[in-house]
């Protein structure tokens, strides 16, 4: 079965601060890819940042980057220098070679910067 | 260029009656996915289509369907629908039919409540 976990319903970081969400991922294929969504108040979802699991090297966009441990099956997500506009759900996902454009999705982590 | 974009925005059935929800994917995209979002459930895959013709299908009943049309625009139909069905539906495109670290672009959903 194709899994997805994040284990934090809820977390605050205070403006300027770092904060890691985590997210880990079950799945038998050997070939996937790995996302982090976004999901603003009442807006639609946008695309944060994305791996492929047969890189090593964690992806990094901006103040977005990823801690990618493969055979652990962890993929966090650091945001570093919070921001308002950072208030969201966040969602981690991923998606095999064989499954065309079919996501698993994890429950989502709704994330709140206090200013 | 247009994103994603989904009619109507917010919709009240009661239990019993059917509904359609509308996709207009963005341009050029041949790719439409629909996933049902519920609080603690996450995003759940409901069905893709790719030029016309659905390419994968989730685990849910068949009161669930969509279809393509020949313009890439998507709809989707529940019918005798469910106090369970209340969700909100997000259609996303993409732009080819799968694989690798390609996105899938959201709209902001339709919101249906069933009474």
């Known amino acids: 079965a194709q899994t997805v976990t994040q284990s934090q319903p809820e977390m605050s970081v205070q403006e300027a601060e770092t904060v890691t969400l985590s997210c880990t991922y079950d799945?038998?294929?050997?070939?996937?890819?790995l996302f982090w969504y976004k999901q603003p108040p009442s807006r639609q979802m946008i695309l944060v940042i994305r791996q492929e699991a047969y890189k090593q090297q964690n992806a990094t966009e901006n103040r977005f980057s990823v801690n990618f441990q493969k055979a652990a099956k962890s993929f966090s997500l650091k945001i570093s220098d919070s921001q308002l506009g950072d208030t969201a759900m966040y969602f981690c996902?991923?998606?095999?070679?064989?499954?065309?454009?079919?996501?698993?999705f994890g429950t989502g982590t709704s994330l709140t910067v206090i200013p | 260029k247009a994103g994603v974009t989904q009619t109507p925005r917010y919709l009240i059935k009661t239990r019993g009656q059917q509904v359609t929800l509308s996709c207009s994917p963005i341009?050029?995209?041949?790719?439409v996915s629909w996933y049902q979002q519920t609080p603690g459930q996450g995003l759940q895959f409901l069905f893709e289509y790719f030029s016309e013709t659905q390419r994968n299908k989730g685990n849910f009943p068949g009161r669930f369907s969509g279809r393509q049309f020949s313009n890439s625009r998507s709809e989707m139909n529940v019918s005798t629908l469910e106090l369970g069905d209340s969700a909100l539906y997000l259609c996303a495109s993409s732009l080819q039919a799968g694989g690798g670290t390609g996105e899938l672009f959201f709209g902001e959903g339709s919101r249906l409540t069933v009474l």
């Open positions: 799945t038998s294929e050997s070939n996937y890819y």
């Open positions: 996902a991923f998606r095999t070679s064989n499954t065309g454009n079919q996501f698993y």
């Open positions: 341009s050029g995209h041949r790719s």
